[in-house]
């Protein structure tokens, strides 16, 4: 993905592509107080079944309740996921954003950071090789939990709260 750049007054900056767009995209869970990154590929749309299937393993790999902040995605509002929630209310208590308020999702600054490591800048020959450098920044992430809650503090700061 271009980012920042710069180039001499009057020339325009050549950027190498593939030509082809596709995406990538990720579901993502932070446990706000130990740092542990949940996160899962997926090639395709999301949707409600990709959705429960990513927290469905969430809920399998932890054992607390699961207090979950979420955008207002169509597939996160669904008359399943409503009923998924129900179904789960012992272990999963969700926060439904206001619309357009990215600013207040804290897995925004791990993706802004994932997108900066990963991507900015940088040429892709192959959908694969970005796809393995995107996996690898998670991948970096999920062993630094530290560096999660680090971002996690900023999250709050930019609210004007303390972690």
Known sequence: SL????????E?????????RKSYKVFGLIDFFSGRLFWQSHQG?????SYQAFLTTVLAQTEGHIIL????????TSQ????FFATHADRLTKFQLPAYSPD??????????????????????TFEALTQS??????????????ILSLMGRYCESLGTQA
């Open 3 to 10: 980012s920042y750049t710069w180039a001499p007054k009057g």
């Open 12 to 20: 325009q900056p050549v950027v190498k592509t593939c030509g082809k």
């Open 45 to 49: 749309r999301f949707n409600t079944g």
């Open 69 to 76: 902040i979420q955008d207002g995605a169509r597939y996160h």
């Open 80 to 83: 399943p996921m409503r009923e």
């Open 104 to 125: 207040f999702n804290p897995i925004e600054f791990l993706w802004k950071k994932t997108k900066k490591q990963a991507t900015h800048l940088k040429y892709f020959s």
């Open 134 to 147: 995107v996996d690898t920044a998670l991948r970096h992430f999920a062993n630094l939990p530290d560096e």
